[in-house]
Every structure is written in structure tokens, then in C-alpha cells.
């Protein structure tokens, strides 16, 4: 017999049937709380007590630091697969064949171009334009060029094109928008190359000097880019599953997560690590000291890269990246006077009973600058490069959504406001 949660309400009693997931997780299923108890809701700001949905793509444990893809461990994937490779399992259920992944590739290698009249949006751009902005917009706009998109109930195979468009679009357009800001020109894609070398390609060659493929680098990149291809209902994925849920096309639906994705609190943490970084380095190094600042309630800084919603124990793509920062700055011969700074804030952090007490650990933005910066990433580029791994989670999770023929999101509130008054002219005010 299934398992129910009781609810006493003014005397009566409720009862509220309880949802478990193949985890072993259990959810009290409140969708029929308000019509069933005359108008009460729930309330949760920031939804830390909230499923908003059943999903199959990733599983995590936050006590346990166990993160999983469609049932694959991320460490396995980080360690043996291609990028394109986990982005087919998430966005497909499952691992592809070698002819899907061949024909996967081969349809990506196609689409890697943007319509020549993209061009023109990037020009109007100014310099100084964060690379999130202008990432944002393109992808929106990308809409415009494929109205096709905006079919919601176009076939499998237009849909699939829609997904395959994007994830070979998205590396152009990051590279452009960085091209754009260093007001270099573009370089356009080479199918020659794979997915990870090709974004190398558009981002560092020039007109008159290749970009030489560095197997160190491009091995970074690619295992970086799996270690952020989904993380379930984060802040970015559920802003890309709620737009999608009001049939809004899937570029805007991205394009939302986008710019959701930018704010310091989530993906935009990793550019605010580095400055982070540099600003104790600037200050002479003193960790103590800003761990202090972190801790002191009238103090607005906060420990960037540290913490996290879901994992109270070790992020596990933390614990990835930490180990191949060490690795790729060695084999770059790189010695960064950062990645020290943030080993001792890490280690004075994880000692003091403030961090301790609310289990604060360092999350995958703790180090992943750190390596961005060795491959010469530019820091205002961090941000892209989190969208770029995210954007196989996001297809996926806007694919399930509409798969499984989700309501729109729309949610409740309490409200807290003026009762009823009449109007009153403004001479008499
Ligand atoms: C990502 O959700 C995901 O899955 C996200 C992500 C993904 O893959 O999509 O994993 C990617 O966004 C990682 C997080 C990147 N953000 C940062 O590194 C920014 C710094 N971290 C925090 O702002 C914070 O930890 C959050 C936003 C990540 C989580 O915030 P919560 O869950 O809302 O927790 P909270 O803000 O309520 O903090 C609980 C306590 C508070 O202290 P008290 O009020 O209990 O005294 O912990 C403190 C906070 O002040 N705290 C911190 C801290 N993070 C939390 N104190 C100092 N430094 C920090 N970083």
C-alpha cells in the first residue's frame, strides 16, 4: 500500500498521497491541496522545500555528493567520454551507438554556421558588451531566422533539427561574441575539427595564424563542458522549463536560461571566483581575513565558489576540477598564484565551525576558473563557457517537459497587500 501524508486542517483531517522516485526520494503530492482544503497553499521562497516536477535526466545526492546522468556517474563520463557523446545521452536516455553518434556529429558539424546577417547584430554591439549579453540576445534571435522553431507541434525530426541547430550554433556564437568584444574578426568554423577544438579554433586563430590544437587544452575543455551539462531543477533549468511550459520556442526558452545563468549567485559565480581571487591577492593574500569578512553578517562579501542549494557535502565536480586544475597547469607549465590562494581559502574555509556548521563546501565554481584562465579564457568568458556545457541540460530538460505534456507554470502566492479602498481624486489627496 502506497504510502500517505496526513494533514489536519480546522478539525478535519486530509490526506495526501506520497510520490517516490526510482532513488528511493519522496515527494508529498500537494497538486490537489487547494481545491481539497478550500483554498489553502503551500508556501517556499526559493522552492528549497519544492519539487516542480518528476524528471528521469540526472540524479543527485547532495548528502552523499553522488551525481549521476541518466544513471552514469559523472566521474566515469568526465573520464572517458566526448562532450557530444554525454549530450546525446542526456538529450536521447541513453548512451549512442556508434552510427548514432557519428550521424549526431555529422548533423552537429552541419549546422556549426550562423546566418550571415548575425554578423550584423554583433557589429552594433558596444566593446565593452559582457559576452552573457550579447549570448543571450543571439540565441533568442536565432528564432527569428527559423520561425519554423516556433511550431510547437512540429514533427520529432523538426524538433530535432531545432536541438541540433543550437548545440551547433551556440560554440559560434560564444566565440563571436568574444571576437566581437576584442573587435578581432571572426573566424568561422573549420569541420575538420571536433566540437571542443572547433570553439578553440573560432575563438583563438586569426586570419593570418591558426590556432595550433592543444590535446591538454582541448581535453580540459571537453571534460569541463560534461562536468556542467545538467544539474535537475537548478535555478537556470527551471527558468528554461517555465518558459518552455507557456509553448514559448526552445531558442527563447535557452535564452532565458541564459541570462539566468549570469547572476553571481549561480553560473555567474565562477567570473566572480576569479575576481574574487585577485581582489585577496591585490589585498596582499590574507585569507584569514576574508574568510572573516565572509563570515561577518555586516559584511556583504560572501565567499564566492562556496556553497551550494543542494550539496552539503563535497560538490563532486569540485573534487573533478580540483584534481585537473593541478593536472593541466603542469602540463602547461603554468604556475597560477591563484589557484594557491584558493587551495588556502579552501582549506581555512573547511576548517572554520561557520562554514562547517552550514555545510559549506567549494562548488564547481571554485575552481573552474582557475583552468579557464590557463587555456586563456578570458574571465568575462567564464560565464559562456558554463552555458556552453549547460546547453545539452537545458535542451533536455525543456524535451521532457514538453514530452511529458507538462502544465504551464504558473504559481501561487500569499498576498500581503492593502485591503479595499476607493479611489480618491488627486486635489483631494
Ligand atoms: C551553481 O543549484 C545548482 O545546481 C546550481 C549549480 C548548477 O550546476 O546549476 O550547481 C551551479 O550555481 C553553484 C553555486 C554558485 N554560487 C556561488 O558560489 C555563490 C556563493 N554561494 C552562495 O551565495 C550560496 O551558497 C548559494 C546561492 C549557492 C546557495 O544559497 P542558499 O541555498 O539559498 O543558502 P543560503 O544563502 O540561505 O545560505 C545558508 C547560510 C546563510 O547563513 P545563515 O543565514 O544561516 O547564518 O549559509 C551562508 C548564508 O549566509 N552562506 C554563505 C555562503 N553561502 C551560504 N556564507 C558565506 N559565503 C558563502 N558562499
Same mark, same amino acid.
Given at each position: ?181 576584442? #573587435? ?124 551550494? #542549494? ?60 582557475? *583552468? ?22 537545458? *535542451? ?13 507554470? #504558473? ?19
Amino acid at each position: 500500500m502506497s504510502e500517505i501524508a496526513k494533514l489536519e486542517l480546522n478539525g478535519k483531517l486530509y490526506e495526501l498521497p506520497i510520490i517516490e522516485g526510482s532513488e528511493n526520494e519522496k515527494g508529498i503530492d500537494i497538486s490537489k491541496l487547494r481545491s481539497t482544503t478550500n483554498g489553502y497553499i503551500t508556501i517556499d521562497p526559493g522552492f528549497k522545500n519544492t519539487g516542480s516536477t518528476k524528471s528521469g535526466i540526472t540524479y543527485l545526492d547532495g548528502e552523499n555528493g553522488i551525481l549521476r546522468y541518466r544513471g552514469y556517474p559523472i566521474e566515469q563520463l568526465a573520464e572517458k567520454a566526448s562532450f557530444l557523446e554525454v549530450s546525446f545521452l542526456i538529450i536521447y536516455g541513453d548512451l549512442p551507438t556508434k552510427t548514432e553518434l557519428d550521424s549526431f556529429k555529422e548533423s552537429i558539424t552541419n549546422h556549426t554556421l550562423v546566418h550571415e546577417d548575425m554578423k550584423q547584430f554583433f557589429e552594433a554591439y558596444p566593446a565593452k558588451a559582457h559576452p552573457m549579453g550579447v549570448l543571450a540576445s543571439m540565441v533568442c534571435s536565432l528564432s527569428t531566422f527559423y520561425p519554423e522553431s516556433l511550431d510547437h507541434n512540429r514533427t520529432p525530426e523538426a524538433k530535432d533539427l531545432t536541438i541540433h541547430r543550437l548545440i551547433a550554433k551556440l560554440p559560434t556564437l560564444a566565440a563571436w561574441s568574444y571576437k566581437n568584444a576584442m #573587435r578581432h574578426p571572426f573566424m568561422y568554423p573549420n569541420n575538420n575539427f571536433d566540437y571542443c577544438e572547433n570553439f578553440l579554433h573560432m575563438m583563438f586563430a586569426m586570419p593570418t595564424s591558426e590556432y595550433k590544437t592543444d590535446s591538454t587544452i582541448v581535453s580540459a575543455l571537453n571534460k569541463l563542458l560534461i562536468l556542467h551539462a545538467d544539474h535537475e531543477q537548478n535555478c537556470s533549468t527551471s527558468t528554461v522549463r517555465i518558459v518552455g511550459s507557456s509553448h514559448a520556442n526552445l531558442y527563447a526558452s535557452v535564452s532565458a536560461g541564459i541570462s539566468a545563468l549570469w547572476g553571481p549567485l549561480h553560473g555567474g559565480a565562477n567570473q566572480a571566483v576569479i575576481e574574487m581571487l585577485n581582489q585577496i591577492a591585490d589585498d596582499g593574500g590574507d585569507v584569514d581575513k576574508w574568510v572573516a569578512k565572509a563570515k561577518d553578517k555586516n559584511d556583504t562579501f560572501r565567499l564566492m565558489g562556496f556553497g551550494h #542549494r543542494v550539496y552539503k557535502n563535497f560538490d563532486p565536480r569540485a573534487t573533478i576540477i580540483k584534481k585537473a586544475c593541478d593536472d593541466v597547469l603542469n602540463k602547461l607549465g603554468v604556475k597560477d598564484p591563484l589557484l594557491e590562494i584558493a587551495k588556502k581559502l579552501e582549506k581555512v574555509a573547511l576548517e572554520d565551525e561557520y562554514f562547517k556548521a552550514r555545510n559549506l563546501y567549494p562548488n564547481v565554481d571554485f575552481y573552474s576558473g582557475i *583552468i579557464y584562465k590557463a587555456i586563456n579564457i578570458p574571465t568575462e568568458m567564464f560565464t559562456v563557457m558554463f552555458a556552453l556545457g549547460r546547453l545539452p541540460g537545458w *535542451i533536455a530538460q525543456w524535451k521532457e517537459m514538453i514530452q511529458n505534456d507538462e502544465p504551464i507554470g #504558473r504559481p501561487r502566492q500569499i498576498y500581503n497587500g492593502k485591503n479595499h479602498r476607493d479611489y480618491i481624486p488627486v486635489e483631494k489627496r
